[in-house]
């Protein structure tokens, strides 16, 4: 998978065979292969294709090279797999990634690198075995996310050893991943417009401000402020007059960075 997740597929041809066309099958499935992208000309030992019509970020693809000969007799290649990596952010930033395993025909994966992918420029912070599909990355408290979070690729290191000969040191890279942690409410139990603590306003961790919407009642049930902006908290006044010493209702609602609608509901206290 490329920087702009997309699949590219090389493949190694015997150009002393009497070719007339290749098909590129795709599928999530070895026994639910499309026939994709045709070749009738151009034929040489080694090819490629970038195949932009994948979800990459969400499915995981089979590929494989059929061909055709002038007598109409049909040769498939071995498939090869992607790799598909998918994470989960937590408050703790301890980052859990989870990966398919890459497979590919004549090949044997030796490791996988995980990559922290920081301005475009991927680093290894770690090496696991052949046989992991799973790491937690504690995140270092010097690593600073970017608005999309911190990201990862997975990088499958393996060789290829085929039936004339064997080629080393290949890697095959997984889809990019932007983990960041879900995002969380704190809010005040008092305030005092007067005194050092001025407006009741809440504190977000990890803020994704979609969908915000704070909501504050007196004790009647009328609403005595509401705002979509996040950054606006309640000053205490209410129809130009500060309101009265009491307990009043509040909800906020707002989406969080994983997409789901997160709710806070509770009381706070004017002090006067």
């Not at 859990?96 to 995980?114: A, D, K, M, R, V």
């Amino acid at each position: 998978v490329n920087d702009n997740n997309d699949v590219e597929i090389t493949w190694l041809l015997d150009t002393e065979g009497q070719i007339k066309t290749l098909n590129m099958n795709r599928g999530e499935s070895l026994t639910n292969l499309d026939s994709g992208k045709s070749f009738n000309t151009g034929f040489a030992s080694e090819m490629s294709y970038i195949d932009t019509d994948v979800i990459t970020s969400a499915f995981s693809y089979y590929y494989q090279i059929a061909s055709l000969d002038s007598c109409d007799a049909a040769t498939n290649s071995e498939p090869g797999k992607t790799i598909l990596l998918k994470g989960t952010g937590s408050l703790d930033l301890n980052n859990q990634l989870e990966w398919t395993p890459f497979e590919i025909g004549y090949g044997t994966i030796s490791e996988y690198n995980i990559l922290r992918v920081d301005a475009g420029i991927p680093s290894v912070i770690t090496t696991v075995p052949a046989t992991e599909s799973s790491y937690i990355e504690i995140v270092p408290s010097d690593v600073a996310p970017s608005p999309e979070g911190v990201c990862y690729r997975i990088q499958a290191l393996y060789d290829l050893a085929l039936p004339d000969s064997t080629i080393n040191n290949l890697n095959s890279l997984s889809n990019t991943v932007c983990l960041t942690p879900p995002s969380r409410i704190f809010v005040p139990t008092a305030f005092r417009p007067n005194g050092l603590n001025k407006e009741f306003k809440p504190v977000i961790m990890f803020p994704n401000y979609d969908n915000y919407q704070m909501i504050i009642l007196n004790r009647w049930g009328e609403i005595v402020f509401e705002s979509t902006n996040p950054d606006l908290g309640w000053d205490g006044f209410h129809k130009n007059e500060l309101a009265p010493q009491g307990v009043y209702a509040f909800m906020i609602q707002m989406q969080n960075t994983a997409g789901q609608i997160i709710e806070e509901k509770g009381s706070v206290l004017l002090l006067r």
